[in-house]
Each structure stands twice: as structure tokens, then as C-alpha cells.
């Protein structure tokens, strides 16, 4: 039996969130019987009687086993709880939690309030946060050997391209390979190939990236997946691309010499690796092709608007080549 009291699980992806809370309750099940040992609640809006379902996950979780020596209560989180008072029962309950119970809670009630990450921590729970973020390559390596499918690194690699920003794409791929290779067996690029369809779109920092490395043609090739396989709104590709340069713009001549006081500067909260990013690139750039960038991403704005009778498409392929070019 764990020993864990708490488990919070998030994530940005409700699939993968939701497969990484199946995988978790089976695993501390374990050889038990379900049926006694699992009790799910749903915690969404009040009750018709004006009932807070977060107490019924808090009586859930106070309730000792019967016939078994532990109990896993599930709570899925679905209603917003991203004040402290909309959590206080939770809070409380983990001052002297039940020994018996081990909690697990499916979080999909938008940012978790800070008074239960701490209580989760002080009590010596666990936070998993189930999103691959900017670690897809070590996301599908992860779950390729937790599927014991030995896939060798041109296949891991051509998946990574194939899952980009949806990695849920993943989940239902790995039980067709299962089912068709078997488990622990060597599977090839050219095995996996005819199971795949359309690659997946790309995360809006892979374009930003490629264009700070000057490297155009990979550029414009991430352009086509975020606006076809990733169908993103040219308007969305063209605000992550203002975004990214009026950041630079704000640090440009800034009296910052770390990667702390840029981020500070920025409001950036957490990791202040964006912001150190940020700052070398509005380095490299310099103050006039800042300024240069400024006006391309304003003048393909209006063409976007009807300024010129091109497709949204050829607007941006334009301003991305224009905007690779100017970083080397």
C-alpha cells in the first residue's frame, strides 16, 4: 500500500490527464477488489440543495475501509476552485488525513490555489503535472517504455514530430502498436509509419525558436502545421509573434543585467528561462531590427485585415521568412 496521503493531478490535456489518473488509481488498487476499494466524486457545481460536492469527497475521504485495509478515493475536479475559501474544506481535512484513505484528485478547476499545493506538500503528498510542456521527446520516450514498446530512436523521433502539441495522439497509437507488434519486441520508423496520419501541430515556441536560429526553412515549415494540422487562427500565430518580439522590445536598452531582474521586468512567474531567452535574443538583434520586426508584424497585421489581397497564409509565410532572415 502507498504511503503517499495525496496525489494532485493537472495537466493541460484532459486526455493524457485523464489516462495518467487511470493508470495511478490501478496502480494502487493493485490486486484488491475494485468494487470495495475505489469510490469516485465528481466535484462540480453545488448540489441542487445548495450542497458543496467537496464535502462529499471530504466525507469520502474520512471514511474508514470496509473489508479492505485501505480505500482510494477519486475526486475529479471539474467546477473552478481557484480561490482559497473554495478549497478550505480540502485544506482542512489535510491537517490529520485518514491513514487509510489515499486521495487522489483529477484537477481540472483551473490554477490550484496556493493554500492546497501547500497543504499537499506539508502533508507529503504528490503534485503531478501530466503536460509534456517542452519535453515531448522525453513525454514519448517515457510512456513507449511504461508501454514496454522498444522503438528505436529514429521511430521516437519521428513520433515526437507526429505528436507535437497534442500529445493525447499518443495514447491510442501505443494500443495499436500493442496489439499489433506485441510488447518487447524492436519496432522500426518504417514499422510505424502506416499507423500514422497528418502530424500534429507544433507548440508556438518551436516557430519562435526556429526563427531566433535564423533557420528559415524550418520556420515556414512549423508555420504550416500550426495553421494546417494545428489549425490555429492566423491571428493567433500572428499574436504569438508580437508577443515574443514586444518582449524583446520591452528589455531593449533596460537597465537588467540577469535573467531574474529580466523576468521581474517581464512579470514573467516561474521559471525565468523565457525571459533569459528574451534577453540574448534582444541582444543579438539589437535596437533597429527590433524596431524592423516591430513594423513587419504591423504591416502583415493590416494585410491579415484586407491591406493586401493575399491569402492569410501567404501573409504570414512572408513575415516569418522576413523575420528569419533578419536574425542571422
Keep these: ?55 462529499t469527497l471530504v466525507d469520502a475521504a474520512q471514511t474508514p475501509p470496509f473489508l479492505t485495509e485501505f480505500r482510494v478515493v477519486l475526486g475529479r475536479v471539474t467546477d ?138 524550418t520556420a515556414l515549415h512549423l508555420l504550416q502545421r500550426m495553421i494546417g494540422q494545428g489549425e490555429r487562427h492566423p491571428f493567433q500565430v500572428l499574436s504569438t509573434l508580437q508577443s515574443h518580439y514586444a518582449r524583446m522590445l520591452r528589455l531593449d536598452g533596460a537597465d537588467v543585467a540577469t535573467e531574474k531582474q529580466a523576468a521581474e521586468l517581464l512579470g514573467m512567474k516561474g521559471s525565468t528561462f523565457p525571459a533569459k531567452k528574451a534577453m540574448g535574443q534582444a541582444r543579438r538583434l539589437g535596437h533597429d531590427r527590433m524596431v524592423r520586426a516591430i513594423d513587419l508584424l504591423a504591416e502583415a497585421d493590416l494585410d491579415l485585415r484586407g491591406g493586401k489581397a493575399w491569402p492569410d497564409h501567404l501573409v504570414l509565410e512572408v513575415l516569418v521568412a522576413r523575420l528569419a532572415t533578419m536574425s542571422r
Design 80 to 217: 473552478k476552485r481557484e480561490r482559497a475559501e473554495l478549497v478550505l474544506p480540502l485544506v482542512e481535512y489535510l491537517v490529520d488525513p485518514l491513514p487509510s484513505t489515499l486521495l487522489v484528485l483529477e484537477w481540472r478547476g483551473g490554477k490550484v490555489p496556493k493554500s492546497l499545493l501547500e497543504a499537499v506538500t506539508r502533508v507529503g503528498g504528490a503534485l503531478v503535472d501530466t503536460s509534456p510542456g517542452r519535453k515531448v521527446a522525453e513525454w514519448v520516450t517515457q510512456h513507449l517504455s511504461e508501454a514496454d514498446l522498444k522503438v528505436d530512436a529514429e521511430g521516437r523521433a519521428r513520433l515526437v514530430t507526429w505528436v507535437g502539441d497534442e500529445p493525447s495522439r499518443l495514447l491510442g497509437l501505443i494500443d495499436l502498436l500493442r496489439s499489433t507488434y506485441g510488447t518487447g519486441t524492436r519496432i522500426s520508423a518504417a514499422e510505424i509509419e502506416p499507423f500514422l496520419g497528418d502530424d500534429g501541430g507544433v507548440p508556438p515556441w518551436d516557430l519562435t525558436d526556429a526563427i531566433d536560429r535564423a533557420d528559415r526553412s
Design 1 to 55: 500500500m502507498s504511503t503517499i496521503p495525496i496525489t494532485l493531478l493537472r495537466g493541460d490535456d484532459e486526455v493524457v490527464l485523464r489516462d495518467a489518473v487511470r493508470l495511478l488509481v490501478d496502480e494502487l488498487v493493485g490486486d484488491e477488489d475494485r468494487s470495495l476499494v475505489v469510490e469516485e466524486i465528481d466535484v462540480g457545481a453545488a448540489d441542487d440543495d445548495g450542497r458543496d460536492p467537496l464535502l
